[in-house]
């Protein structure tokens, strides 16, 4: 405790993590958790070009109570295309984060996917679309000291000085980042001559790749990895030794001098910025003018549901409907139900066939828009499977649509909204097993037909312990240093983020600029455009996303209606197939389902004629019993004794029978076990869906 007092105080204003691809040897939660523990007053996450790992860091800062930067590390490119500046920018505030997310929104997508293209001309002079953007208003800006020795390099830096202050002002400072190299004295008089021609102060910078010196190995490897090369051969492009990682106070205070590590705690303080701050607006023009969403969304829920009780609407869909509008009003989530339904309905009017699925099926509401297909009534319509007050998240309606068709869907989307306002979520690719072996073994330098065999010879759910088993299977040593080094260095890459991807249809649609949120950039497919988070960060954020999926079945069905449309000389559609065809059913009872979406796998094939399903809640029960959850629970041969008559059903009272009857009193669906907790332990819908939410639960 005596010693921490002597100890100078210090900020982190510069780190990569493992989203700063193929060169940042940390994941953000890991060197969140070192600053903490090493005492840091602040750390800022500065991926290159790039806020993809700033969503997990604030997290885990969150968690642990420590000040979080967020910012990006740029490398100019001069007019020649050679390297000129590298710029570390920083948020100040909320408007100070939006100028950078849409920084880097230019210059990603200027470029090809994985690529960004920056130089000092976006700086000096407005551009379309982008001009207010001129000298990044809001943002601390740090310029790097170049490595390398000579007059020409001395005056470049001088040259790019002049040009910042010029540029930024007094939001410049120089950063000197010192690694135990032998041009460390270099480095520092080369900032302290531009700083005292110029009057700039001199900020202490780490330039951390990795949390602990440990990771160094791995950091060699990602480094190989980049370059294509052994690490072997990559020569001087490879760290010079282990400095780049989160440093004891101690260490840095025998490195800097104080003023400069004093200058980290006044740019932090300068950076007060958090990711808590962002709200996110929907787009505003989904209801007609002068009508509010809320107004909107309850006309056309009674114009459907009209339409579909043609006989008068039940009283307790009705109950249902307002017990739903009631808790969507109260989470002000109605914009989200109305982007949906303007998607569906596109799609219903250009005979795109759509079929919204999973916890939306409980909602009455989605059925009356027409999101989803199936009458809530036939199941137990508890809406707060899909929504509840207590989880506060935001809902998620997944909708197939047909796959050869689904691209029209898309860029209606693009079409009504704007690139600028939407964009896919991201998919992170990360390593797994087999990658991670063969990348570790090319690092290693090791012969490519070893690599495929021990590659090959891999499970998907082989276990970490299980990686020494293959090498031996292999005909390898497994006590060999190689070997040991590259099991180690392939575990140390399992779930290190290899690129971004997009996801499979996740769209995320604003109010106004999307890219003042979050970065967008290119896909690797035409006219696609991704933004930097996947899906769990912008739930971790408040993002609502909708989810814009293809089933290859969907087309499979549009086709035959269509044949059947054919050969009977008449429309054909969805709603004609009749509800409950025996014949349909006789073939589904001997398990011929082979091309039957759903319950065409060996393990439903096997389960179908056990449990003969007659009707079309037969079939939901088939499809959901044939689970881990019920499996490892035990509920499988009880339900199928029951069903077979070799087993009495029984109920605990009469209120469980309500809830268990129409699974013969063998709890099968999450929904089940959310009504047993309201009659059983008086729990509310939304404490039954929490109490579900917990890892332990073993339902289906």
Excluded at 259 to 281: G, K, P
Excluded at 371 to 400: A, C, H, K, W, Y
Excluded at 525 to 548: H, N
Excluded at 584 to 605: K, P, W
Aim: charged fraction near 25%; charge should be negative.
């Amino acid at each position: 405790m005596l010693a921490s007092v002597f100890l100078p105080a210090y900020a982190e204003l510069q780190c990569f993590t493992n989203f700063s691809f193929l060169r940042g040897a940390s994941h953000a939660e890991e060197l969140v958790t070192r600053a903490k523990a090493l005492g840091y007053t602040a750390l800022a996450i500065t991926d290159e070009c790039s806020l993809a790992g700033v969503v997990r860091a604030h997290a885990e800062a969150k968690a642990a109570g420590m000040p979080l930067l967020i910012g990006a590390y740029f490398q100019l490119s001069g007019p020649d295309g050679q390297p000129d500046a590298s710029l570390t920018i920083l948020a100040r505030n909320r408007e100070g984060y939006g100028n950078l997310s849409e920084f880097i929104t230019m210059a990603r997508t200027r470029a090809d996917k994985g690529t960004y293209q920056v130089g000092r001309d976006d700086f000096a002079r407005p551009r379309r679309p982008y001009g207010h953007l001129r000298a990044l208003p809001d943002c601390t800006v740090i310029v790097g000291t170049p490595p390398g020795a000579g007059e020409a390099v001395d005056q470049a830096f001088l040259a790019q000085v002049a040009w910042a202050l010029d540029t930024f002002g007094a939001r410049l400072w120089i950063g000197l980042a010192l690694h135990g190299g032998p041009d460390d004295d270099l480095l520092r008089e080369r900032a302290e001559s531009a700083a005292a021609a110029y009057g700039v102060k001199i900020v202490a910078l780490g330039g951390v790749y990795m949390h602990v010196r440990s990771r160094k190995p791995l950091q060699d490897t990602l480094t190989a990895t980049r370059l294509r090369k052994s690490i072997a051969e990559c020569g001087y492009a490879l760290e010079p030794n282990a400095e780049r990682h989160l440093r004891a106070r101690l260490r840095l205070a025998n490195v800097y001098a104080p003023a400069m590590l004093a200058a980290t705690l006044d740019v932090a303080a300068q950076c007060a910025f958090s990711l808590d701050t962002l709200r996110y607006e929907y787009p505003d023009e989904l209801a007609p003018p002068g009508v509010t969403p809320a107004a909107y969304l309850r006309q056309e829920t009674y114009i459907g549901a009209w339409r579909r009780y043609r006989n008068g609407i039940p009283y307790v869909v009705q109950a249902q409907i307002e017990h739903e509008l009631q808790l969507i009003a109260d989470l002000k989530y109605e914009p989200y139900f109305l982007t949906v339904y303007d998607i569906v309905r596109f799609a219903r009017e250009e005979g795109i066939l759509c079929q919204g699925r999973g916890s939306a099926a409980n909602s009455a509401v989605c059925y009356c828009l027409g999101v989803t297909e199936v009458d809530p009534q036939r199941g137990n319509m508890l809406f707060e499977r899909f929504i509840s007050q207590e989880r506060n998240e935001p809902p998620d309606i997944d909708v197939d649509f047909e796959h050869q068709r689904r691209e029209e869907v898309i860029q209606y989307i693009y079409r009504k909204y704007g690139r600028h306002r939407a964009a896919l979520a991201a998919a992170v690719a990360t390593y797994r097993p087999k990658s991670a072996l063969r990348d570790a073994g090319r690092a290693l330098g090791v012969d490519a037909s070893i690599i495929d065999k021990v590659a090959k010879s891999h499970h998907w759910f082989d276990s970490k312990e299980d990686l020494l088993a293959r090498f031996v299977e292999s005909g390898l040593n497994a006590d060999t240093p190689m070997i040991q080094q590259w099991a180690r260095l392939a575990i140390q890459l399992l779930g290190f983020p290899r690129h971004l991807s997009q996801h499979s249809g996740g769209f995320v649609i604003s109010a106004g600029k999307l890219s003042r949120m979050v970065p967008i950039e290119n896909a690797a497919m035409p006219d696609r455009s991704v933004i930097q988070w996947d899906k769990d960060d912008l739930d971790a954020v408040g993002l609502l996303k909708v989810d814009v999926l293809a089933l290859g079945m969907l087309t499979a069905i549009r086709r035959t209606l269509d044949l059947v449309s054919e050969q009977r000389g008449e429309f054909f559609e969805l709603q004609d197939i009749p509800p409950e065809d025996s014949a349909t059913y006789d073939m589904i009872c001997q398990a011929d389902t082979i091309g039957v979406f759903q319950i065409e796998s060996r393990a439903q094939m096997s389960m179908l004629p056990r449990l003969q399903p007659r009707t079309f809640y037969d079939l939901v029960i088939e499809v959901a019993i044939v689970r881990p959850g019920p499996v490892q629970g035990g509920m499988v041969h009880p339900y199928l004794r029951r069903r077979q008559g070799l087993e009495k059903i029984s109920y605990p009272s009469d209120e469980v029978r309500g809830a268990l009857e129409r699974t013969l009193g063998v709890p099968i669906f999450q929904e089940q076990v959310m009504q047993i907790a309201m009659v059983a332990a008086g729990f509310s819908a939304g404490e039954a869906d929490q109490l579900l939410c917990r890892p332990a639960t073993a339902v289906a």
